[in-house]
């Protein structure tokens, strides 16, 4: 369902994306790994369309994804390095903002969410106030709460201690039963129960 | 169908390379034969103007420039809107390359109006639409280039400046009809009217003459620019090698 | 508050003759306005590209487009419209009648309202650019420069008692192609400046 060809990328001088491609079914983690500027993140963005590839395409159910981005958009879930949640907001008011420009969400779903991801205890305060690893634990609810196909993980296991690392383990585990389609940058390994994980290595010319 | 193949040729970054090489010669050639041609008419040729006397002479530099700085500026947009529309590299480096030039003669009208307007207006300057408008051109040139190095990584510069330019062009225009929108102190178009220019025909041809060779003095200066761009962007290219050995 | 010290200094360091800070009074409003727009128009976007939302709102499948619309209107009831408000204070110490308050009122108000407009495309082309302030100034000057032509002369009408509905008509003229244009340019330039 999302299939990436051909793509290259070059920032600057630099060919960070070269010629990088795979496929993802649903029920399948993509797992990215690499040296530190190997191109992860920049791959994550060129799938999510905040980059344009030089050449390459990435498709989305059969057609590219830059046609129809809008509707590529709508089922995609993107967690980049920051938790993209305003500081004066608590966690609780940023997902009804975030999720809500997306899709209706009613508050019992946002609470839900807040509780599977162990944050619920907190998300009533001003999330200026919460720890990094805290945070992590609202944008990783959003992520949940998107209903989106596609998740793209950007190290999403950062800030977290061995719980979490375990809880976003068993968070892709469960998208992927729901047929959900997995792409994540992660730097230690995933222990999945499922079995549709594969790796990708980047970075090796 | 050949109008593609020769879209797609100049989409190459080699084969504009060459055609620039190949050409500038013959652009620079015919640009310095117009304009000996059209000064000699201009300066010697060509009557007093009854009211100017020989002071009216500075059209003959000045409105070529102004015009050709509006040109170059609408030059420029284009090349930016293919840029982005096509996302061909070579239209973006038209663009970088347009836009000095386009500042320069943007300078030169300012300048040249400046000496003309004391002995006319008794002023070196004032704040009329079409002064002003020009003024705001000379900007958005500035804002251009400083959008342009301010952004490091080259193709976000590029696009970025292409967004600019695009939006930018609803100067253009305002230029234009400045003069016949607002009472101003500035002439109203006596040539780029319709019907008969109503300038006297031996003034009339130096200064037709001088807007053709200033246009192609541009498309020199544009096709070497061009040149030096390319080799900056495309320094890792392998046609490079060749083309410099 | 910027507007405010801005006014002040006017009379201040020009004359304390309010005949002649009248004739002043329509720049000096007008300039104040641009300047104070200028500071606000850097924070628009950039608390948002920082922490990672505007790239989210890029990313929600909704239209950019009418999002930050949406962000440059509430900028602008934010700043604009505060600085419309309150500049009857501003202008009685220039010397404006008390007339013409309403007019200087609704003329800055919807000059406000398009330089907002304007400054939400060069606040998106400039993220992420070194000296980006800087930058924002010099990229929002020509486009705001029929804004500030038209709207100190409606300003200036409204002083001398001329109807000012010429120039408010190109003001709104302005401001309604801004509303077609700008947040379309805008969205470009975000999505160019998160790349």
């Known amino acids: 369902m999302l299939n990436v060809s051909g793509l290259h990328l070059w920032r600057g001088d630099r060919h960070v994306l070269r010629d990088v491609s795979f496929s993802a079914a649903p029920g399948q983690c993509v797992q990215l790994t690499g040296k530190n500027g190997a191109g992860k993140t920049t791959l994550l963005r060129a799938i999510a369309g905040l980059l344009e590839p030089e050449e390459g395409q990435v498709s989305w159910r059969g057609s590219p994804a830059r046609q129809t981005r809008d509707e590529f958009h709508a089922e995609l879930a993107y967690l980049g390095h920051e938790p993209a949640l305003k500081g004066d907001l608590s966690g609780h008011e940023n997902l009804r903002f975030s999720v809500g420009i997306r899709r209706a969400v009613t508050a019992d779903e946002i609470g839900a969410a807040l509780t599977r991801t162990g944050a619920a205890g907190f998300s009533d305060r001003a999330v200026r106030m919460l720890s990094a690893g805290q945070r992590r634990r609202v944008a990783l609810a959003g992520v949940l709460l998107s209903g989106a196909a596609l998740w793209l993980l950007d190290e999403p296991t950062t800030n977290l201690d061995v719980e979490g690392q375990q809880l976003v383990s068993a968070l892709i585990d469960e998208h992927l039963a729901r047929n959900g389609i997995v792409v994540a940058a992660v730097h230690h390994s995933l222990a999945l129960t499922s079995a549709g994980l594969v790796s990708l290595e980047l970075g090796a010319a | ?245 | 508050m910027f507007f405010m010290i801005v006014a002040t200094l006017f009379p201040l360091t020009l004359t304390p003759e309010l005949s002649r800070l009248r004739d002043a009074a329509p720049g000096v409003l007008w300039v104040g306005a641009l300047l104070s727009s200028l500071l606000a128009l850097e924070f628009l976007f950039r608390e948002d590209a920082q922490d990672g939302t505007l790239e989210q709102f890029a990313l929600s499948g909704q239209s950019l487009t009418w999002m930050l619309f949406a962000k440059t209107c509430t900028h602008w009831l934010l700043t604009g419209l505060p600085l419309a408000l309150s500049a009857p204070v501003a202008a009685v110490g220039l010397g404006v009648p008390a007339g013409a308050m309403w007019s200087v009122v609704a003329s800055l108000a919807l000059g406000g309202f398009a330089l907002s407009l304007v400054g939400a495309i060069s606040a998106g082309l400039t993220l992420g650019a070194r000296r980006g302030g800087v930058l924002l100034s010099l990229l929002t000057l020509p486009l705001a420069v029929p804004i500030l032509v038209f709207g100190a002369d409606a300003t200036q009408r409204a002083i001398t008692g001329d109807a000012i509905a010429p120039p408010m008509y190109l003001l709104g003229a302005i401001a309604v192609l801004g509303v077609t244009l700008a947040p379309l340019a805008a969205a470009a330039a975000v999505r160019i400046g998160l790349e």
């Not at chain 2, 300048?111 to 300057?125: E, F, N, Q, R, V």
């Open chain 2, 1 to 245: 169908m050949a109008t593609w193949t020769w879209f797609h040729r100049f989409g190459s970054p080699p084969w504009v390379y060459g055609f620039a090489a190949r050409w500038t010669p013959w652009f620079g050639g015919a640009a310095a034969i117009a304009m000996l041609v059209a000064l000699y008419g201009g300066l010697v040729l060509a009557p007093e103007d009854y009211q100017q006397k020989d002071a009216f002479r500075m059209v003959y530099v000045h409105a070529p420039t102004a015009w050709l700085s509006m040109m170059v500026y609408t030059t420029m947009a284009v090349a930016a809107a293919v840029g982005l529309i096509w996302r061909m590299k070579v239209a973006h480096a038209a663009a970088a390359a347009c836009a000095p030039v386009g500042a320069w003669f943007t300078v030169a009208a300012l300048g040249t109006g400046m000496l003309w307007g004391k002995p006319m207006w008794g002023a070196y300057w004032v704040w009329d639409p079409r002064l002003t408008a020009e003024l705001v051109l000379l900007f958005l040139y500035f804002g251009y280039m400083g959008l342009r190095a301010g952004i490091e990584d080259p193709v976000k510069a590029d696009k970025a400046s292409a967004v600019l330019a695009v939006v930018g062009v609803v100067n253009i225009p305002i230029i234009k009809y400045s003069v016949e929108w607002w009472n101003s102190l500035h002439q109203t178009p006596t040539v780029m009217k319709m019907g008969k220019p109503t300038m006297d025909t031996d003034m009339l041809w130096p200064l037709l003459l001088m807007f053709l060779a200033f246009a192609l003095y541009f498309a020199t200066v544009l096709l070497i620019r061009l040149r030096a761009e390319l080799l900056r962007r495309e320094r890792n290219a392998s046609w490079i090698r060749e083309v410099l050995s």
